[in-house]
């Protein structure tokens, strides 16, 4: 099963006197990337954070951010009278010295200046906000997982659908081989033909021809093809997640062989079938990027 590196997820747990909230969100990335902000007072669990978060994204640029707010409505923050009175003697002053009018909205210019808002230090947090926290965190984490999970199907079912089309595109290969071959071996006839003076071997001639034909033989690339193409739906179903970038090794080799093929045709029906392949594949490879 694949699993998207997109998703969503958010939890609250409230305890006997705050309520925890725990959100995250990953867009896809080639590495693990995980920024973890936490409040003041769980610093000492934000390791613990990260290592729920880490083990089941794998992949991944994630933000994972918890908030903390009294359920009594307290707050730490407090409002410092004195700074505020100091501040607008101040600006009385300077607007009378300046001769300019002083401002209408006083509050939206004190609040603005340094030191008018203090801030308790928050103690940290007692044994019961922890394991409240862990579990909010896993919580948020188990959502985000299976957001990520529900984009892996629409992946899945995107890529079954161009993996298949490329088989039936390779399936019908074949069918411009002979003519392929043929037309070859007559242009180069034609070609010695119009050479009047020139005489040649025509059992060498055989045996070069053959060489050259073994040379545009396209069975193995098509062989290859085939693998890489059953290997990557085998790969896609396998139970764990994780595989995305191992598609992206996998598509990397069909587009080895998909190219060779275009290479060697030589033949106008199966470049048009090449062309569709490739086109086919560049879908594979764009939406591979989002598989973790």
């Not at 808002?117 to 394991?131: K, L, R």
């Not at 909010?136 to 990520?148: F, K």
């Not at 093929?261 to 591979?288: F, P, T």
């Amino acid at each position: 099963m694949l699993y998207s590196m997109t998703g969503f997820g958010r939890a609250t747990v409230e305890t006997s006197d705050k309520k925890i909230t725990v959100e995250i969100k990953s867009l896809n990335s080639k590495q693990m990337d995980l920024a973890v902000r936490v409040p003041q007072a769980f610093r000492t669990s934000e390791a613990e954070v990260r290592n729920i978060a880490s083990r089941a994204l794998q992949r991944g640029k994630a933000d994972l951010t918890v908030t903390s707010e009294p359920l009594n409505g307290e707050t730490t923050a407090q409002i410092n009278i004195n700074a505020l009175k100091s501040y607008k003697h101040q600006i009385l002053e300077a607007s009378e010295t300046l001769g300019i009018n002083p401002p209408e909205d006083w509050y939206s210019v004190l609040l603005r200046f340094p030191d008018v808002m203090t801030s308790e230090v928050a103690p940290d947090a007692n044994e019961a906000d922890v394991q409240a926290l862990l579990r909010c965190t896993q919580e948020a984490v188990d959502q985000l997982m299976a957001h990520r999970r529900e984009e892996g199907k629409r992946l899945e079912d995107f890529f079954a659908l161009r993996i298949r089309r490329i088989q039936e595109l390779l399936a019908k290969v074949p069918q411009f081989e002979e003519e392929r071959i043929s037309r070859i071996r007559t242009r180069i006839e034609d070609n010695l033909n119009k050479l009047n003076t020139v005489e040649y071997d025509h059992g060498r001639f055989e045996q070069e021809m053959i060489f050259y034909i073994e040379k545009l033989d396209i069975n193995e690339e098509k062989q290859r093809l085939a693998q890489h193409l059953k290997y990557f739906m085998e790969t896609m179903a396998q139970p764990d997640g994780g595989q995305g970038k191992k598609l992206g090794f996998i598509s990397q080799e069909m587009g080895r062989e998909i190219n060779t093929l275009g290479s060697k045709s030589n033949q106008a029906d199966m470049q048009r079938l090449v062309v569709q392949m490739k086109d086919e594949l560049e879908q594979i490879k764009e939406q591979v990027l989002n598989a973790m």
